[in-house]
């Protein structure tokens, strides 16, 4: 375990431990999860015979290999969150805006898990190329290149579903 | 290249959009990235997060740290005192090897007092009270290294010095010491001309104790008192 006293640790977790939930969360999209993967990830780090030079990337990581083996071990699942909807003013444009999150959150899980990392942490957790770079272990070009195919791939994938959305809505009219 | 060159431009829109510039400006800036701009500008939606409770979260890890730590200190605690024991354990086994080990060695060279035999002093002015009234006498008559007649006179003048303590054999039983050069400067030229001309003093003592009897006169305890008193009767004393 790394030398900090209780009160560095606590320090710490206030620090680092609203990012990692985030990360988890937008990962799994599951509250509690997410809640609970991230405990997970500092009690390993807790556990964790080394010093890291980047904590933060060092956590980011412990988060990531959790959250692989959470979904080996369990089916994807993307449930609606009825807190995200409840913070909403209109019940017709929340459910909207929560279907495009869901079908975001489907096909960002079609990513590898390296693209689905940058996105996640670029995008969502609002870190720079360098610190995704750490947190992978690759150089920044490295990065710019996933970047660049997971934002191809997901707009490949969102043109392949709008003519279908397209049809749905039509189907809808129609009724 | 060509691809290398994209990334890094599209990574410089999503730069700018990043920092607050308006979408419009930034594919005007950068047309060829403008669709993946989109996509970046959807994934905005899942950003909002819900408040996620980490106080339990934090609870547990504090705690988890304190009983980390505490097995921590007991660890230590029993590893220091199996690592004493240990330390005091080894030591001991060192002395003994240490202690075993110095008395083999000094034993096998014999300089050990309590193996080594013990000298006897059987050169004692009452060995030859008839030859020679002095006790300086006693202690010259040799028969191997005084055969010519003409010696004599010079051995018996050397030997009739009177013994540095150093010499006495109850005093050193080791011959080395007592056989420096230092302590009989006379001993070399005139004691061992003949017999062995070109060995050193220490060197005799130690090599060859039986080939220089009167300079190790601890290693000779059959010397016969009367068997020197006939062969040299008539030693002159100066």
């Known amino acids: ?175 | 290249m060509m691809t290398r060159d994209f990334n890094t431009q599209l990574d410089e829109a999503l730069e700018l959009v990043r920092q607050g510039a308006s979408t419009e400006t930034v594919v005007r800036a950068f047309p060829d990235a403008a669709e993946l701009i989109g996509v970046a500008q959807r994934l905005q939606i899942l950003a909002p997060t819900p408040a996620l409770s980490l106080a339990d979260g934090r609870r547990r890890f504090l705690n988890e740290a304190a009983r980390l730590d505490a097995r921590r200190v007991s660890t230590v605690n029993l590893f220091g005192r199996w690592l004493s024991r240990s330390a005091f354990a080894a030591l001991a086994i060192a002395l003994l090897v240490l202690v075993v080990g110095a008395t083999i060695t000094l034993a096998a060279g014999g300089v050990f007092p309590i193996l080594a035999p013990a000298p006897t002093a059987t050169i004692t002015p009452t060995a030859v009270p008839t030859s020679s009234p002095t006790p300086q006498a006693t202690l010259t008559p040799e028969p191997s290294i005084t055969p010519e007649p003409s010696q004599t006179p010079v051995l018996t003048k050397r030997l009739s010095t009177p013994l540095a303590p150093a010499m006495l054999p109850t005093d050193k039983p080791t011959m080395a010491p007592t056989m420096t050069p230092s302590a009989m400067p006379a001993m070399m030229p005139t004691a061992m001309p003949t017999a062995m001309p070109s060995m050193a003093p220490t060197r005799q003592a130690t090599m060859m104790p039986t080939h220089q009897p009167t300079m190790m006169p601890t290693r000779r305890p059959a010397m016969q008192p009367t068997t020197m008193s006939t062969r040299h009767p008539t030693m002159p004393h100066p």
């Open chain 1, 1 to 175: 375990m790394a030398d900090f006293s209780l009160s560095g640790l606590g320090e710490i977790y206030d620090l680092y431990a609203p990012k990692i939930s985030r990360y988890i969360y937008h990962r799994l999209g599951d509250q509690a999860l997410a809640e609970d993967l991230t405990s997970e990830v500092f009690v390993h780090f807790l556990c964790s015979r080394t010093s890291p030079d980047n904590l933060s990337a060092f956590l980011y990581r412990i988060a990531h290999n959790l959250i692989v083996g959470y979904l080996r071990r369990h089916p994807a699942c993307l449930p609606l969150d009825e807190q995200l909807i409840a913070e909403q003013g209109d019940p017709e444009r929340h459910a909207e805006m929560e279907l495009e999150r869901t079908r975001l959150r489907r096909l960002l899980t079609r990513l590898t898990p390296e693209q689905q990392q940058v996105i996640v942490l670029k995008f969502l957790g609002g870190l720079s190329n360098a610190e995704v770079g750490e947190v992978l272990g690759k150089p920044e070009s490295a990065v710019k290149a996933l970047q660049h195919r997971a934002l191809e791939n997901l707009r490949g994938m969102l043109a392949a579903e709008a003519p279908r959305s397209r049809q749905l809505e039509l189907v809808g009219q129609m009724k």
